[in-house]
C-alpha cells in the first residue's frame, strides 16, 4: 500500500502508525545523525569520482601538451 510505504522511515526500516509518529521520528537524534552520515557518504563519493575524473584531465592535458609540442616541432 502506498501509503504505509510512506511511513516507513528509511533509517531503520520501522513502520510508523501515523504521520505524525513518523514525524516525531525523524526529529530524534537517531535519525538525524543517520540522515547526516548518509549526507557525508553521497559527498564522499562525490568527492572520489571528482578526484578520479581529474587526474584523468590531468592526464589527458599532459598528453596534449606533448602533441603540441611535438606538432610545433613539425611545424620548426
Ligand atoms: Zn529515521
Do not use: P
Request: with cysteine; net charge positive.
Amino acid at each position: 500500500m502506498e501509503i504505509s510505504r510512506q511511513l516507513i522511515c528509511q533509517c531503520n526500516q520501522k513502520l510508523y502508525k501515523s504521520a505524525a509518529t513518523l514525524k516525531a521520528h525523524l526529529k530524534t537524534q537517531g535519525h538525524i545523525f543517520w540522515e547526516q552520515s548518509t549526507a557525508q557518504k553521497d559527498l564522499n563519493v562525490k568527492i572520489n569520482r571528482l578526484e578520479i575524473e581529474n587526474s584523468h584531465l590531468r592526464r589527458l592535458n599532459v598528453i596534449l601538451l606533448e602533441r603540441i609540442g611535438e606538432i610545433e616541432g613539425i611545424k620548426k
